[in-house]
């Protein structure tokens, strides 16, 4: 027999509730924004338009189904399930968030703060909740958004939706070699601020800044498109380090080879420090497009 699917809502603490967290009470909280040229109003209503998303979307999930709530601070410790459908709840932002933690389950995004955000993966109203769900449930249309992952020499694995980035802890220099993946050579060493491999989707982003900065004239992927982007960051050339080998593009069954040699190299995606994989002298990670995709309901 079955299970009935599962509703998991992704939300995040709201900044209201962060300063209350800090302050302790409302009036403390209105006090230091006060103090800061700001008022707590406004943050007060972002706080209560969010709440009534959360209970409108929770009112919304079938009573036959089964369902569970997880902040964003706790997405690396919560175990989805493959008959989950997961509601972000939020900002696009936390669409990406939520995305690395998933293995195909359909993802509806319920925007919070209409006008507020651009809208580009939390594209429906929290009105339409109920017939998304069920909608979601048998199999409605998505969109396949291209992610990239790095699976490290030692089976750790990390994807992302935006982008992955590959640097130094702290403002040291990132050191190590870099090559195709596949080609047999041993790379090109270089000292850099780190490598950054983004997605379609992350092409609004950090990637289509380092695109503009270099005036690159390869053309931005779309979030379905199977292309990847990379750029290597403030390349220093030197006796011993090189930077003929600072951007390109990677297609489906296409790598990048990155061999570390410095003390450290932290690998992240889509700004989640937090939830890092950290690399040593020696250690290599291959780079490239994520047999999985976000599909995002469309």
């Known amino acids: 027999m079955s299970l009935a699917p599962r509703a998991v809502l992704v939300h995040r603490r709201t900044e209201y509730e962060e300063l209350l967290a800090r302050h302790g009470t409302h009036g403390q909280a209105a006090f230091f924004l006060s103090s800061r040229g700001r008022s707590i109003d406004e943050v007060a209503r972002r706080h209560h338009r ?14 036959t189904w089964r369902s569970s709530r997880v902040e964003r601070a706790d997405l690396d410790r919560f175990l989805f ?4 459908v997961v509601v972000v709840v939020g900002q696009d932002g936390l ?3 939520a995305a690395k933690y998933l293995s195909g389950q359909p993802v509806v995004g319920v925007e919070t703060d209409p006008g507020r955000n651009p809208g580009v993966l939390v594209r429906h109203r929290r ?14 249309t998505v969109d396949a958004l291209t992610m990239v992952e790095a699976v490290a020499d030692d089976t750790q694995r990390l994807v992302a939706l935006n982008e992955i980035y590959l640097g130094p802890p702290g403002h040291q220099t990132a050191r190590y070699r870099l090559a ?7 790379g090109e ?6 490598v950054l491999v983004g997605t379609g989707t992350g092409a609004t982003g950090w990637l289509r ?11 931005l992927p779309a979030p379905c498109d199977p292309r990847l982007l990379w750029f290597v ?3 220093w050339p030197s006796p011993a380090t090189g930077t003929s080998l600072v951007s390109g593009e990677l297609g489906r069954d296409q790598g990048l080879r990155l061999t570390v040699e410095s003390d450290r190299i932290v690998v992240f995606g889509d700004g989640m420090e937090s939830d890092a994989l950290e690399l040593t002298w020696g250690q290599s990670v291959r780079l490239g497009i994520s047999a999985t995709a976000l599909r995002l309901v469309v």
């Open 233 to 235: 960051r403030e390349a």
């Open 180 to 186: 195709p993946d596949g080609d047999g050579s041993p």
């Open 127 to 140: 009105t339409d909740a109920a017939a998304l769900l069920r909608a979601a449930a048998a199999g409605s």
């Open 81 to 84: 399930a493959p008959e989950d």
């Open 50 to 63: 969010t709440q009534e998303a959360l209970r409108e979307v929770a009112a919304a999930v079938p009573l």
């Open 95 to 97: 669409v990406a968030n």
């Open 209 to 219: 800044s380092l695109w503009l900065e270099r005036g690159s004239t390869a053309p």
């Open 189 to 194: 060493a270089q000292a850099s601020s780190g």
